[in-house]
């Protein structure tokens, strides 16, 4: 027999209600449920019962979707659960072989987004019973995929979330599944196969009792019958219409602030004062209805602030994101260098993670740095087993050289021993990583051999003494892999690049988040919970932050995929039904607070204005103004703070002065700024320099790449921290796809002429060579692993939908033109290498000789003409940059093909622009070349000079040092050019 209950306004399960349950369990444990609303609660009170009775069944105190996997599986063992992970990937192989749907959504059919946005649909009408309407071409597509995918699940015995649900609830009320005793507390409105399931547990248990929070307030309370126990409360009748404030609720503070940045410093600040009267923080809880937001928003604000020595800690319910993690981290750092062909700056970062042991391989990453630089590898397999003979080469000659002395040639030697060995450990690594990319592969084949790899380098790492959220992180990624080995199985997918298996493990591992750690385990965390997560608990002291009307309330009633009109006629949830649900959300997330509780709202997000919700307005309060002008825990706000009193000569003698940087050393650094950094540049400050370090290795007979001579043109500075220190460049927020795009299409126009057999085209075989370049760019679109919605658009603006044609179709008929022409480019002078090293340089007007090398990206010819070209997707130069010496690259290219092919005849240089807006060619040197390149020989010798010198000093460009990467370290005043003024 059931018992239902109502018990007012959301609460605490009774000691009572556990007391009998317990007595209920020990008589028959494993018949014995307490089914409750969401994961926290049960996991709360899993370990009170524990800390308090010693022992219990922790399976048996759950949720209703856990209740539901865990009588499925009991009565149906032969079907297997999906995880979401594989429910997407099934829809996903389902919609790319669905006509239907490729003809009404075309530039969707890749996109992970959509693919989740129509299982968002299928399980939301699913849940609530729901039909998906009918009455055109597109509601029927996405009918049809749906009816695939229930067909799919019962031919492969497989069951989804949904499905587990019905599963569960036919099995409770068919008798295969017998409950002795249940509770059911705190299901304020559960979902329709929600409800059919607790239903069938109210029909069948033997005994058992059901709590539902209820009052007489329909703007909150569904009306329900058959309940006893009617009561009156006056606060939830009064909330929400007019209201007047319970003293019961312990407000201490209502604020609005001009960010979410300042509203959670002063959330911090606020915590930091707490725990200095000696509250706890596992006692202080964030609630808000952005959890992901303002979890990585803590990540960044946290770490600056402390309170009693200790920095300030958290813990989100939903972990932590997964592709954040360092271990998991090092695993997409070393498919991308393997995708990417090994660049240096790739293989630095791969190997100083600590999660790998390379054994007998290891290479430190300054060994590895160093080799690159001394042997100038930018990256390539090809270039870290080559370029190293080619350095040994010049070692083994200064070390026969009879004037180098004895201990010079010992250490030679010594570096040429370092890198046989280098060179050794590279090619076995080399070999170890082949599998990852040896060609098209499954999803399950990609995973199979990542594990082997994973096994030989003893991922996670030799040190096991992990983290908790690092293990958990690793645990995490691991589910994520079985759930794509799993759904491969099950689909049989096709076989892809490794840079497509790159963007789809990617996207499936950004979604995911690390597993949350259970209330019990950290007492030195602040927690951010989500408001629904913390109904029936209570917490000392409770922040209830982002109170934005986009938010609070959250009514986002169109569906995805459907119009306004079609999601009400699906009739899935009424406006004011969603309306109920948030105002009893928000109504919880009030009464958890014990002993302070505090409201805030920003009212703007990265530059965009946001509105306080209406219901953080109703709390007129005056005493409770929140304003927060000093963080005086934040370790940022101190120094500015002590910074400011300095310059004022004044200060404060409470100043909590433990937390400040060395005040020395900051005198220091401002002696620097306004003494040795006055004046024209002329100190190591402004990077100029004296050391021999750069006449030795700049000397004449050095061969200089044309790329170094240009980047040095540009400006020495950026010349001096990417091409002499090789430093990576620091992470740009706002950067772009442009880098990756310009080896796309490099590597597209070379397969093109290399491969194809249409090439050159003609007028006759236009639309087989359109569709061989179309083919070969698709390829090297998914080989390059981004899979940002950019990389997206891009890919289809050069490539094309079905209804719009690629920009690429215009280099086709550019290539028409260029071959009737007469100029051809043979397969030998595409991507043409070529080095001075070992032979003469150009000779120059004063006597010396500039050797070069560098690589240019093709050479046309037309009898003994030659005409050389460079590939652009940007902006292009112009004759006026080749004048000014900041353009080098087709003047030098013309002089290196002159010196090296005298039989030949310059007859001018292009940039071949494929952008996404146009495919262009232009001339810039086509009738005075011969000037240009004098002109840029003696640019050329100039910038060597100043390399020889060590000036390195930044040159001003307002256009250009705006999207400089360096921006981040360069300390540049326009007003302080080389010359010591404006520029």
């Known amino acids: 027999m059931f018992a239902p209950n109502r018990y007012g306004l959301p609460k605490t399960i009774p000691d009572d209600l556990i007391a009998a349950y317990l007595c209920e369990q020990k008589a028959d444990p494993a018949n014995a449920w307490m089914i409750l609303p969401v994961n926290r609660l049960a996991e709360t009170t899993k370990n ?63 996109g992970l987004a959509a693919v989740e946005n129509l299982v968002t649909l299928y399980n939301t009408l699913r849940y609530r019973r729901a039909q998906l309407p009918k009455g055109n071409e597109k509601l029927a597509a996405i009918a049809s995929v749906f009816e695939e995918y229930e067909t799919f699940l019962k031919q492969k015995l497989a069951a989804d979330a949904v499905r587990t649900l019905e599963l569960a609830a036919d099995a409770v009320r068919d008798g295969k599944f017998s409950i002795k005793y249940a509770v059911l507390f705190g299901h304020y409105a559960p979902k329709e196969l929600e409800t059919d399931l607790l239903n069938a547990v109210k029909a069948c248990a033997q005994n058992g009792v059901e709590f539902v929070p209820h009052a007489e307030n329909t703007k909150i309370f569904p009306v329900r019958k058959n309940l006893e126990e009617s009561e009156h409360h006056e606060f939830a009748e009064t909330v929400f219409q007019k209201l007047s404030l319970s003293p019961n609720l312990p407000i201490k503070k209502i604020g609005v602030f001009s960010s979410r940045s300042a509203e959670l410093s002063a959330i911090a600040e606020e915590i930091c004062r707490l725990m200095e009267t000696g509250v706890s923080p596992g006692d202080i809880a964030i609630l808000t209805p952005e959890v992901p937001l303002y979890a990585e928003l803590a990540g960044e604000l946290f770490p600056d602030f402390s309170a009693g020595g200790s920095t300030l800690k958290f813990e989100s319910s939903i972990g932590y994101p997964l592709f954040r993690s360092p271990a998991v981290a090092a695993v997409f750092s070393l498919l991308k260098t393997v995708i990417g062909n090994y660049q240096t700056e790739e293989m630095t970062t791969l190997f100083s993670y600590p999660h790998f042991f390379w054994k007998e391989n290891t290479i430190s990453s300054r060994d590895l740095l160093w080799l690159s630089q001394a042997a100038e590898i930018t990256g390539g397999k ?315 290795r700049y000397r004449s007979s050095v061969c200089f790449s044309v790329t170094e001579l240009e980047r040095y043109a540009a400006c020495p500075f950026r010349w001096y921290t990417e091409l002499h220190l090789r430093l990576a460049a620091h992470p740009d927020p706002k950067g772009d796809d442009t880098p990756e795009l310009g080896v796309v299409i490099h590597k597209t126009m070379y397969r093109m002429i290399a491969e194809s057999q249409f090439f050159p085209p003609t007028k006759e075989t236009r639309e087989s060579a359109t569709a061989d370049l179309m083919r070969i760019a698709a390829e090297e679109f998914d080989q390059a692993g981004l899979a940002t919605p950019r990389w997206q658009s891009l890919k289809d603006r050069y490539i094309g939908t079905p209804r719009y044609p690629g920009r690429l179709v215009e280099v086709i008929d550019r290539e028409i033109d260029a071959a009737n022409s007469g100029y051809l480019t043979p397969k030998e002078m595409l991507e043409f290498s070529f080095s001075m090293e070992d032979g003469p340089g150009i000779p120059l007007p004063n006597g010396d000789e500039l050797r070069l090398e560098g690589r240019v990206d093709r050479i046309g010819v037309r009898g003994s003409e030659f005409v050389v070209t460079d590939y652009k997707t940007g902006k292009v130069k112009t004759a006026g940059d080749i004048k000014t010496g900041k353009s080098l690259q087709l003047p030098l290219y013309l002089a290196a093909i002159r010196h090296l092919r005298p039989d030949l005849r310059q007859a001018g240089g292009s940039y071949y622009q494929i952008s996404a807006k146009s495919v262009l060619e232009t001339y810039p040197l086509k009738d005075s070349g011969d000037y240009y390149v004098s002109l840029a020989l003696e640019f050329a010798a100039a910038y060597r000079n100043g390399m020889q010198r060590g000036v390195c000093a930044p040159v001003y460009n307002k256009t250009e040092c705006s999207f400089c990467k360096e921006r981040f370290i360069c300390r540049f005043t326009e007003l302080r050019s080389l010359g010591g003024g404006e520029e």
């Open 48 to 110: 009170q019962i524990i800390q308090e009775n010693g022992s219990c069944i922790p399976s048996r105190i759950t949720t209703i979707p856990e209740f539901a996997k865990t009588v499925s599986a009991a009565v149906y063992p032969n079907i297997r659960i999906l995880s979401s992970i594989e429910q997407t990937l099934i829809f996903s192989e389902i919609i790319g072989k669905n006509q239907r749907m490729l003809n009404i959504f075309p530039e969707k059919k890749t």
């Open 382 to 696: 090809h270039q870290w087993l080559t370029y190293p003979e080619k350095l040994k080469s010049r070692l083994n000659r200064k070390m026969e050289d009879f004037d180098t002395p004895a201990p010079e040639k010992a250490e030679l030697a010594a570096k040429a021993a370092k890198i046989d060995a280098i060179k050794e450990k590279l090619e076995r690594i080399f070999a170890l990583l082949a599998p990852l990319n040896d060609g098209k592969k499954t999803a399950e084949e990609y995973i199979e051999e990542l594990r082997k790899v994973l096994a030989q380098l003893e991922f996670p790492g030799k040190e096991r003494n992990e983290a908790e959220t690092n293990a958990s992180a690793v645990k995490s990624f691991e589910e994520v892999l079985l759930s794509i080995d799993y759904a491969e199985t099950l689909i049989r997918s096709e076989k892809i690049s490794a840079g497509k298996f790159y963007s789809m493990l990617f996207s499936f591992v950004k979604s995911a988040q690390t597993t949350p750690s259970s209330p019990a385990e950290s007492e030195e965390c602040v927690k951010i919970y989500g408001f629904r997560e913390t109904v029936h608990q209570k917490i000392p002291h409770v922040f209830l932050a982002g109170l934005t009307a986009d938010v609070l309330p959250r009514v986002h009633p169109r569906l995805p995929f459907l119009t306004m009109a079609e999601t009400l006629e699906a009739k899935t949830q009424t406006y004011e039904e969603t309306l109920r649900e948030e105002r009893y959300a928000f109504l919880s997330a009030l009464l958890t607070a014990e002993k302070s509780l505090y409201l805030s709202a920003p009212t703007t997000d990265e530059g965009k204005a946001k509105i306080p919700s209406a219901w953080l307005k109703m709390f007129d309060l005056p005493d409770a103004a929140w304003e927060t002008k000093e963080l005086r825990h934040s370790n940022a706000w101190l120094s500015m703070h002590a910074g400011k009193l300095m310059a004022e000569n004044s200060w404060e003698t409470d100043l909590d002065t433990s937390r400040l940087p060395d005040l020395i050393d900051a005198a220091r650094r401002t002696g620097v700024e306004v003494v040795s950094r006055a004046g024209a540049p002329t100190t190591e400050y402004d990077a100029v320099f004296s050391d021999d370090q750069f006449t030795d």
